[in-house]
């Protein structure tokens, strides 16, 4: 079971990125895919998630900016990231699971190794 994300980049504020994982070796089709994200000497926050159902939730901060979607049959899940800021500099992550709380870690059992967004203002 691995998770590949993918998107990342150097971008100026105010700019659109689109963030990608890609999910190999299982179907996550049952599953809820979200995203967290690490910026340094912080500590890791919940972005969004999606839920099997489609279910989608975006964490406050990011509302209105960000958005989340699925494609089951090609086990990926996306974030759209609109208006970027300089604070959403941090190391993306995309994850997998059955968590209680979908804004939070525990219940995620799979987790992609991370990619860099870095936006300057």
């Known amino acids: 079971v691995q998770l590949q994300a993918y998107g990342g980049g150097s971008v100026q504020a105010g700019v659109s990125l689109r963030l990608s994982c890609a999910a190999s070796?299982?179907?996550?089709?049952?599953?809820?895919l979200g995203w967290f994200r690490q910026a340094p000497g912080k500590e890791r926050e919940f972005v969004a998630a999606i839920s099997g159902s489609g279910a989608i939730t975006v964490s406050p901060t990011n509302q209105g900016r960000f958005t989340i979607f699925r494609d089951n049959v090609k086990s990926m899940v996306s974030l759209q990231m609109n208006s970027l800021k300089s604070e959403d500099t941090a190391v993306y992550f995309c994850a997998a699971g059955r968590p209680p709380i979908v804004a939070a870690s525990p219940g995620y059992w799979y987790w992609g190794q991370g990619t860099q967004v870095t936006v300057s203002s």
């Open positions: 070796g299982r179907r996550f089709s049952n599953y809820t």
